[in-house]
């Protein structure tokens, strides 16, 4: 444990797992680092109730005063970065990763995965059951609606909405 950390998880291969200051874990939340990965939370973050933080042999960086709330699951295949202040709501999704499926005549688990990544900026707000797929960079300040699939990137200072997420306005 490192500074005032608040854990009640299930850590599994923690030399690869680094909390920052004052990080807050809640009960039952699952955070697992496999060989070759890497899991970094920075000072101040809290990780909600029944959350699933896993790399996948990957990294996942989550940066400074940052909440993901309760029943989250965040993987880090190819790779994932939030930012520092954001704000994600229930059931958030992310999955930086996909399988490829252009053969028809072959099974999908045999034809390979994309690893391209995610990226979520500083300041951005996820709403309730948002779904973020492989290759999203979400920019810094945007707010992204309740139940969005983001499928592609959203500008900075962007609202995002619906199933593609698409840019609905801009905050000034």
Do not use: C
């Not at 933080?53 to 880090?76: H, P, Q």
């Not at 500083?122 to 779904?131: L, Q, Y």
């Amino acid at each position: 444990m490192h500074g005032n950390i608040v854990l009640a998880a299930k850590v599994v291969g923690i030399a690869r797992i680094v909390f920052g200051r004052g990080v807050y874990i809640s009960e039952n939340v699952r955070i697992v680092s496999e060989k070759g990965g890497g899991i970094s939370i920075g000072d101040g973050s809290k990780i909600g109730t029944f959350s699933i933080i896993e790399d996948r042999g990957g990294f996942i960086k989550i940066g400074k005063n940052t909440a993901i709330n309760s029943f989250s699951v965040l993987y880090g295949h190819g790779g994932l970065t939030i930012g520092d202040n954001v704000i994600a709501a229930t059931h958030l999704i992310i999955v930086p990763s996909g399988h490829n499926f252009e053969d028809s005549d072959r099974p999908i688990l045999e034809q390979g995965e994309t690893k391209l990544g995610v990226t979520i900026q500083d300041n951005v707000w996820i709403g309730a059951r948002v779904t973020v797929l492989d290759g999203v960079t979400i920019g810094e300040g945007s707010v992204i609606g309740a139940g969005a699939v983001v499928t592609k990137d959203v500008p900075p200072m962007s609202v995002a909405v619906g199933i593609p997420a698409r840019v609905v306005k801009q905050r000034s």
